[in-house]
């Protein structure tokens, strides 16, 4: 699955090998595989700071789907921004 993953979704392929969205990024966790969430993380960390650590997820989450700057996080959701930054702490 983690070799295809560029040419096919994980929701299509759990549907078609009969395994669990979950079991599949347990597994990559435990393997030590990528962050998938590392970019994000980078750029919620670099807003968060140019603000002088005073945003909350609203804010960071406007900042980052409205900024040229963060183009390729246009779709980002303020719920997945509020994970990420309750992960950072």
Do not use: N
């Amino acid at each position: 699955m983690l070799e295809k993953r560029a040419t096919y979704s994980v929701s299509m392929m759990e549907r078609v090998l009969e395994v669990s969205r979950a079991h599949f990024y347990r597994w990559l966790k435990a393997k030590g595989g990528e962050d998938l969430w590392g970019p994000i993380k980078e750029a919620i960390c670099a807003i968060w700071e140019e603000s002088d650590r005073r945003f909350g997820s609203c804010k960071v989450w406007t900042k980052l789907t409205g900024d040229p700057q963060y183009t390729e996080f246009a779709g980002t959701t303020r719920y997945h921004v509020r994970r990420c930054m309750a992960k950072l702490g």
